[in-house]
């Protein structure tokens, strides 16, 4: 008998872990570094991010951010920063993979393949923040930089989806029972996409440093321009 699995009907701790979250905020302070809260931030758990809903890639509002507090870690620096984006990206709903028999010179086993593999970039509105103190004359600037961010982690969801095609989907992970074939996959999966987390912090940092921190239109809009004009 064959198995055939998406990526999300596996229960929500499994397809959890097939993620990487990317915790970002824009600040106020004039500098030429970036101060250490607002450094783009990798979450490794859950504690920031509920099983609330999600939005894929579309224009942001200020709706879209509906967090009623910032993270703990960051709550005394609230002052310094105009807005906070919780954005993640998953295997998407049409990935697939599939657990069959195999026999070996070690007799029967089961091998699990990649049969489709996709990514999404996500943001995750309920703990997404905006300062309720930011001017209004500030609202166009700080909705741009965060779209930014968001096109930023589709591109790198693109890149994912590029290299699966060369790397994951001509693999078979093999193990003694379906369980074992299962979690091999997995675990190269969950590799695979965090495999992507130092090319997505130098992005983001790298805009941060040049955008954040100051508004500056002309710099941020030739960065939207780079990143989600044709999104």
Not at 18 to 47: H, K, M, W
Not at 99 to 108: F, H, K, L, M, T
Not at 151 to 173: F, I, N, P, W
Not at 178 to 205: D, G, M, N, P, Y
Request: with cysteine; proline share 3%.
């Amino acid at each position: 008998m064959i198995w055939f699995y998406t990526f999300t009907n596996l229960g929500a701790g499994m397809r959890g872990r097939c993620t990487v979250l990317l915790l970002l905020c824009c600040f106020t302070a004039e500098c030429t570094r970036l101060p250490e809260f607002a450094t783009p931030y990798i979450s490794t758990g859950a504690d920031e991010l509920s099983s609330g809903p999600f939005i894929l890639y579309r224009k942001l509002t200020r709706a879209d951010f509906r967090a009623k507090e910032l993270p703990a870690r960051l709550v005394h620096e609230k002052g310094r920063i105009n807005a906070y984006s919780a954005l993640s990206i998953r295997s998407s709903v049409n990935s697939q993979f599939r657990i069959y028999p195999a026999e070996n010179s070690s007799g029967r086993q089961h091998c699990g393949e990649i049969i489709s593999l996709r990514f999404d970039a996500v943001m995750f509105p309920e703990n997404s923040w905006w300062n309720p103190q930011l001017e209004r004359k500030h609202f166009a600037y700080v909705l741009q930089h965060e779209q930014i961010h968001f096109a930023l982690m589709v591109r790198g969801a693109s890149r994912l989806a590029e290299r699966a095609d060369r790397e994951m989907k001509q693999m078979e992970y093999c193990g003694v029972t379906e369980h074992e074939a299962r979690q091999k996959l997995f675990s190269k999966l969950r590799s695979f996409i965090h495999s992507e987390k130092k090319v997505l912090l130098q992005e983001h940092t790298v805009f941060d440093e040049e955008t954040s921190g100051r508004f500056n239109k002309r710099l941020q809009n030739w960065w939207y321009e780079k990143t989600a004009g044709d999104l």
